[in-house]
């Protein structure tokens, strides 16, 4: 059985999953975008020390900021840590808010392929009525699915159908995942919306004491990644440290920004009709709710 605990960012999955780990023997594998990055454990508010003793954890800290990254790169990496974590007869616990992960692992994933040579570019020169015309003709399931002006989709879907001679749609079928060879089950914490507002808000105000300043200071003066160079409090940060833009400004700009990112991942997750959700009270221990989540486990089995 693989497990996913997944949630809004600011919830308290990481005390929760460690918990829940010890419950059902397992080990925890991060489902987390940014926390994969090193040297950017205060603004991802990366697992203390402490936890990450008393349960194995994997994919944290483990590619530099500067490289650049995406959900193949991540799945080949789960997939072998659930490949180790079987071999030692433990339980692979997923944990975190990035829906994209969640999705590559659970239904499998469309592998990027090599396409003809200057395609794309003559793609892109053309107007997008043209293209979504022509995307009709050869994939209409694609098209009725992408945006009429989501051009970059598009290009995308014509990219392939131009190389392969296949339509995407019917590429995308074939795509295998965890669900296809093993039992999953995957629980989703949620919260009473403001309470999970003020537990955002006290979270960015800890990440100042812990550092945040310093440490920020010093991922900007590197040459990120596409994808670490979006980490909440990094652009909010750039504009105060160029002047732009008082500190106060900046960290209600970092305390926003976490509330409406937390609001879209429990969009994505409540599309999701596979997900188990648990309520996670206020005054709820992490310990009380992975003995729910524990429960719903057993009487699963």
């Given at each position: 059985?693989?497990?996913?605990?997944?949630?809004?960012?600011?919830?308290?999955?990481?005390?929760?999953?460690?918990?829940?780990?010890?419950?059902?023997?397992g080990?925890?594998?991060?489902?987390?975008?940014?926390?994969?990055?090193?040297?950017?454990?205060?603004?991802?508010?990366?697992?203390?020390?402490?936890?990450?003793?008393?349960?194995?954890?994997?994919?944290?800290?483990?590619?530099?900021?500067?490289?650049?990254?995406?959900?193949?790169?991540?799945?080949?990496?789960?997939?072998?840590?659930?490949?180790?974590?079987?071999?030692?007869?433990?339980?692979?616990?997923?944990?975190?808010?990035?829906?994209?992960?969640?999705?590559?692992?659970?239904?499998?994933?469309?592998?990027?392929?090599?396409t003809?040579?200057?395609?794309?570019?003559?793609?892109?020169?053309?107007?997008?009525?043209?293209?979504?015309?022509?995307?009709?003709?050869?994939?209409?399931?694609?098209?009725?699915?992408?945006?009429?002006?989501?051009?970059?989709?598009?290009?995308?879907?014509?990219?392939?159908?131009?190389?392969?001679?296949?339509?995407?749609?019917?590429?995308?079928?074939?795509?295998?995942?965890?669900?296809?060879?093993?039992?999953?089950?995957?629980?989703?914490?949620?919260?009473?919306?403001?309470?999970?507002?003020?537990?955002i808000?006290?979270?960015?105000?800890?990440?100042?004491?812990?550092?945040?300043l310093?440490?920020?200071?010093?991922?900007?003066?590197?040459?990120?990644?596409?994808?670490?160079?979006y980490?909440?409090?990094l652009?909010?940060?750039?504009?105060?440290?160029?002047?732009?833009?008082?500190?106060?400004?900046?960290?209600?700009?970092?305390?926003?920004?976490?509330?409406?990112?937390?609001?879209?991942?429990?969009?994505?997750?409540?599309?999701?009709?596979?997900?188990?959700?648990?309520?996670?009270?206020?005054?709820?221990?992490?310990?009380?709710?992975?003995?729910?989540?524990?429960?719903?486990?057993?009487?699963?089995?």
């Amino acid at each position: 059985m693989v497990v996913f605990l997944v949630g809004p960012t600011g919830i308290g999955k990481t005390e929760v999953s460690v918990k829940l780990a010890k419950k059902i023997g397992g080990e925890i594998i991060s489902c987390d975008s940014m926390q994969i990055y090193k040297d950017m454990n205060i603004i991802t508010s990366a697992p203390r020390r402490a936890l990450l003793k008393s349960v194995k954890h994997h994919l944290l800290g483990v590619v530099s900021p500067q490289k650049e990254w995406n959900v193949s790169a991540y799945r080949r990496l789960a997939l072998k840590s659930v490949k180790e974590i079987f071999s030692r007869g433990r339980t692979p616990l997923f944990t975190g808010g990035t829906g994209l992960y969640l999705s590559s692992l659970v239904d499998g994933i469309f592998e990027e392929r090599e396409t003809l040579p200057g395609l794309r570019a003559s793609l892109e020169a053309l107007d997008g009525g043209i293209l979504a015309r022509r995307l009709a003709k050869v994939d209409p399931e694609a098209s009725k699915k992408i945006h009429l002006h989501d051009k970059k989709r598009i290009v995308r879907a014509l990219e392939v159908y131009e190389s392969t001679g296949h339509p995407i749609s019917a590429l995308q079928k074939r795509r295998n995942g965890l669900a296809d060879t093993h039992t999953v089950r995957i629980f989703c914490l949620s919260m009473d919306r403001n309470d999970l507002y003020a537990r955002i808000d006290a979270r960015v105000e800890k990440m100042f004491s812990l550092g945040l300043l310093k440490e920020a200071k010093s991922l900007l003066g590197r040459r990120l990644s596409r994808t670490a160079r979006y980490a909440i409090g990094l652009r909010e940060l750039k504009s105060y440290f160029k002047g732009e833009i008082s500190l106060d400004s900046a960290k209600e700009l970092i305390k926003r920004n976490s509330r409406r990112y937390a609001k879209r991942q429990l969009t994505w997750f409540r599309k999701d009709k596979r997900i188990i959700w648990v309520e996670a009270g206020r005054r709820d221990a992490p310990e009380r709710i992975a003995g729910r989540i524990y429960s719903l486990l057993k009487d699963g089995d």
